[in-house]
């Protein structure tokens, strides 16, 4: 039987289109090296942090900047193939920032974080608890869109479909818990640049705004 006009046009919709892996990898390894970049100039080339520092505690840095990144990126498309698997690339690295980030937990690192006793201030309690709930959510909204796509058979479905302004919310209050301390002093600023906190706090709150627009609008992406 001879397919119709329509038919061939769903099928080459662009909405339904599966990413290439060229997309994919330019928007992966174009975060990633953006990122790392920015994080060693900063940290290390015009801060204070030592080379030595750079395969851990500049790389967590780099992770949480792309993977945020990557999910904001992945608001921008309308194509739910092409928002899961940006989405699936973010929330990995935002894991891998857990992961680096409970490795590096210690006042060496991070000494505002702590009291003389050696505990959590309120600052550090708050960013550590909303990234952990955000890391929470995130998984659950990546084992929803999983187990969605096994269901329906298909290669539709957004990995931030509904859950995606609680995760970004989370995001933000992590990010302000973290650095909002800092974000006013330009002048304490390594080599003027500001805090990787305030950029992902700056894309999170973009992407919310986005999300916020009317369906009529955020359709043109």
């Known amino acids: 039987m001879n397919q119709t006009p329509l038919s061939n ?3 080459s919709s662009p909405v339904q289109a599966a990413p290439s892996n060229r997309f994919l990898g330019a928007w992966v390894v174009g975060a990633l090296v953006a990122a790392s970049g920015y994080a060693t100039l900063r940290y290390v080339v015009l801060g204070p942090v030592a080379w030595q520092q750079l395969p851990l505690y500049v790389a967590n ?9 990557l999910l ?20 990995a690295l935002v894991t891998a920032h857990l992961a680096a980030s409970v490795v590096l937990l210690q006042p060496g690192y991070f ?19 909303s990234g952990v709930l955000a890391a929470v959510a995130l998984a659950a909204l990546w084992l929803v869109s999983l187990l969605g796509r096994e269901g329906s058979g298909s290669s539709g479905g957004s990995l931030l479909l509904g859950g995606g302004s609680l995760v970004l919310g989370l995001s933000a209050l992590h990010l302000v818990s973290m650095g909002a301390s800092g974000w006013l002093t330009p002048s304490r600023w390594h080599g ?18 986005w999300r916020g627009l009317p369906a009529r609008l955020r359709r043109r992406g």
């Open 9 to 11: 046009a769903a099928e």
């Open 61 to 69: 840095k780099s992770f949480a900047l792309a993977g945020l990144v």
């Open 72 to 91: 904001v990126a992945a608001q921008c498309y309308r194509a739910p193939a092409v928002r899961r698997r940006l989405g699936c690339w973010g929330a």
């Open 192 to 209: 003027s640049l500001p805090p990787i906190t305030l950029l992902g706090f700056l894309l999170v709150l973009g992407a919310l705004l």
């Open 111 to 129: 000494p505002g974080w702590f009291t003389p006793q050696g505990q959590f201030t309120p600052a550090a309690g708050l960013a550590l608890l």
